[in-house]
C-alpha cells in the first residue's frame, strides 16, 4: 500500500469513527406528554389535575376512561367521568345519582349501570 493510499485510509477511518461517536452521543427525542397519568397508588391525573405534573411514578393512558377502567380513580374533589354513573364504595354498596350517599363516597370503582355494579358482587344501597 502506497503512503497516499495509507492516509487516505487512515483519514477515512478517522471521520467515520468521529461520525460513529457523535451519533452515539446524540439522545433520542422525548415522547409527547402522556394524556393521563395513573400514578403508583392508582389515582388517574388527566392535565386539569393539580398532581399531574408532580406525578413521577404512573403508568400512562390515553384517556381517562381507559385509565378508571383498568381499576383507576379520578383524584378527590374531580368529577368522575360522564358516562360512569354508580359508584362502587370500598364497602362493596353501589350509589347510583339518587342515592344520599353518593357525593360523598369517595374511594369507589365506577360502573355505567347498577346492573353492571350489582353483578361485580355489589349491593344496592338500603332504602
Known amino acids: 500500500m502506497n503512503s497516499n493510499t495509507l492516509k487516505i485510509s487512515i483519514g477515512f477511518l ?8 457523535h451519533a452515539a452521543d446524540q439522545k433520542p427525542a422525548p415522547s409527547a406528554e402522556p394524556v393521563v397519568k395513573k400514578s403508583d397508588s392508582g389515582i388517574c391525573h388527566d392535565k ?4 399531574f405534573a408532580s406525578t413521577k411514578k404512573f403508568t400512562e393512558f390515553k384517556t ?8 383507576g380513580r379520578a383524584p378527590n374533589g ?3 367521568a360522564a358516562e360512569s ?5 370500598d364497602a362493596g354498596i353501589c350509589h347510583d345519582k339518587a342515592s344520599p350517599s353518593y357525593e360523598r363516597t369517595k374511594k369507589f370503582t365506577e360502573f355505567k349501570t347498577m346492573d353492571e355494579c350489582v353483578k361485580s358482587g355489589g349491593t344496592a344501597p338500603k332504602k
Open 78 to 80: 374531580q368529577a368522575p
Open 64 to 71: 381517562m376512561d381507559e385509565c378508571l377502567k383498568t381499576g
Open 85 to 89: 354513573m354508580v359508584k362502587k364504595s
Open 48 to 51: 386539569t389535575s393539580a398532581s
Open 14 to 21: 478517522l471521520g467515520l469513527s468521529m461520525s460513529l461517536s
